[in-house]
């Protein structure tokens, strides 16, 4: 509950408000597994325009795959012209250790430049047994990292 005189939670806590305007938004969508991503990029720039993000404010561009996340993430974050940055992509598990070697590092580098940079990242890089999970997943997941992007970028700007 909101206690509506504080801004605050009863616990105390703030609560960024879900309102996209005025936000510079900056995706970063792995191309491996591109239908599945593509699915988890319309979704979340569908629901970013909900939110009142303006397309213009949208920068959103494609790196090979999940490994090439981070580094595209960090050239964004430098630039510091975006509020908050969201990661899309999707990782199948295979018959290796390759799934764990990308879904571990892909995860520690998104972290990494959310923390070196101080900026909102929304992960929503599935990691997941086979393609029907992956499937079932990404409208809402590619939603829920609009939303968390947004969310975090106007808490940060409160926290500021």
């Not at 720039?45 to 960090?74: D, F, M, N, S, Y």
């Not at 012209?81 to 799934?99: K, M, N, P, S």
Request: with cysteine.
């Amino acid at each position: 509950m909101q206690d509506a005189d504080q801004g605050r939670t009863r616990s105390g806590g703030l609560q960024a408000p879900i309102d996209g305007r005025d936000l510079r938004i900056g995706i970063v969508q792995a191309r491996f597994n591109a239908a599945l991503t593509d699915k988890l990029a319309h979704a979340c720039l569908a629901e970013l325009q909900q939110l009142g993000v303006a397309t213009r404010h949208i920068k959103h561009v494609t790196v090979p795959g999940a490994l090439e996340i981070a580094l595209a993430l960090h050239a964004l974050a430098e630039a510091d012209d975006c509020d908050a940055l969201i990661a899309l992509g999707c990782i199948v598990r295979g018959e290796t250790y390759h799934f764990e070697l990308v879904a571990n590092e892909s995860g520690a580098g998104v972290t990494r430049v959310a923390l070196d940079h101080g900026i909102p990242i929304a992960n929503a890089i599935l990691t997941v047994e086979n393609e029907a999970q992956a499937w079932a997943r990404a409208e809402d997941k590619g939603r829920d990292a609009a939303r968390v992007a947004v969310e975090m970028a106007n808490l940060m700007e409160n926290l500021s």
